[in-house]
């Protein structure tokens, strides 16, 4: 089995072992090269071998053996007798095997640097990750109606029925464009521009949408309070929040379950912001709800995070591009189980326009 020596050896990091005495007994190659002393100098001058008197370093291992625990000096300059300097995370630890010893590492600055380099890096390849595949689950369901239309072109003659077929291609291909721009304001290079849209209209849309398509059997209730004051927001991307709340609702509760939408004036709800600042007031409620069994335990406090999914094929995207939006427009959207029987209940709350 290698001793504590060879593994210092072998170490490319300058190390160095000092002794329960306080003695720095012995530093490998790279410690030598670094500190510009050698091993013996060390050993027989300690740390002013290397630094001059009561450095910086030696008060650092003499705290650690005081403590009696490892410590560590984070981006410490070092000074050197010979008048050189440099920048170093300085790491003293107690050796496991023997009582007293201690190993002292110093993570030069370029090396440290470099690894924040790749951290940060992983970081912004994490995201470029996430916003591909947004595009990928936006954009593959008007790519599918572009693909049929252009199927069925090949086989029709009359020139109304060609016509309907390239205006349906046309449209599917500003759609398309929409969601690259709105994936743009996802990045937060871009904001929304919000008008005063009447939800009720919207939401109307929503479910023209939903009935010729994922929920073709599935019961949609409204309960709507009539007198609701348009909201200050940004219709396409609203028709996307709740074209995907309805979605998994319809997914939810399946073929033979029921939907309900609700909306209703909350006066004297407020909310502070995450962020902080004043309370803002947030009177009008829109509720998602469905028979289904709701979202699996150990996934409710995580559902409008990305890529947080129980389906097959599913991106677990759709709430987090939900959670986006809504925030854009100063809003709220929360997940909730309640009733008897139990329904499961998005409710998205909005600032009145204005
Ligand atoms: N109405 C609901 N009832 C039960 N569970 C739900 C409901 N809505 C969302 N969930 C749960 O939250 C998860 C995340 O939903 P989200 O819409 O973000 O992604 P997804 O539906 O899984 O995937 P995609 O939207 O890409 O089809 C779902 O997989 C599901 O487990
Ligand atoms: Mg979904």
Request: hydrophobic share 45%.
């Amino acid at each position: 089995m290698a001793t504590s020596a060879d593994l210092l050896a072998g170490l490319a990091v300058p190390a160095v072992l000092v002794q329960p005495d306080g003695v720095p007994v012995l530093a490998n190659l790279a410690a030598e090269i670094f500190l510009n002393a050698s091993q013996p100098a060390l050993a027989e001058r300690g740390w002013a071998a290397a630094f001059g008197p009561n450095s910086p370093v030696e008060t650092l291992v003499q705290r650690a053996r005081n403590e009696g625990n490892g410590c560590a000096a984070y981006d410490m300059v070092l000074h050197f007798s010979g008048g050189r300097t440099a920048r170093a995370d300085v790491l003293v630890a107690p050796v496991g095997e023997r009582p007293g010893w201690l190993t002292v590492a110093f993570q030069t600055r370029s090396v440290a640097t470099m690894v924040e380099r790749q951290v940060q890096q992983q970081g912004a390849a994490r995201s470029a990750v996430g916003v591909a595949a947004m595009l990928a689950h936006e954009i593959k369901n008007p790519l599918s109606g572009i693909r049929g239309a252009a199927q069925l072109l090949a086989g029709v003659s009359g020139e109304d029925d060609k016509r309907e077929l390239t205006d349906l291609i046309v449209a599917e291909v500003d759609r398309i464009a929409k969601l690259v721009d709105r994936m743009e304001s996802f990045t937060d290079t871009r904001t929304l521009k919000m008008r005063p849209e009447n939800i009720h209209e919207v939401l109307g849309h929503v479910r023209r949408l939903a009935e010729q398509g994922f929920a073709q059997n599935i019961e949609i209730r409204e309960r709507y309070d009539p007198s609701l004051p348009p909201i200050a927001g940004n219709r396409d991307a609203l028709v996307q929040v709740f074209l995907n709340l309805l979605k998994n609702a319809a997914e939810a509760a399946g073929d033979k379950g029921s939907i309900k939408l609700t909306t209703a004036y909350r006066q004297g709800l407020r909310v502070r912001p995450a962020g902080g600042g004043p309370a803002v007031s947030l009177p009008l409620e829109v509720r998602i709800i469905d028979n289904g069994p709701g979202v699996p335990d150990n996934l409710a406090d995580h559902v409008f995070e990305p890529f947080v999914t129980s389906k097959r094929g599913g991106t677990g995207l759709g709430l987090a591009l939900v959670a986006k939006i809504i925030a854009d427009h100063g809003g709220l959207v929360e997940y909730e189980r309640s009733g008897d029987p139990a329904e499961t209940v998005f409710r998205v709350l909005l600032p009145v326009a204005g």
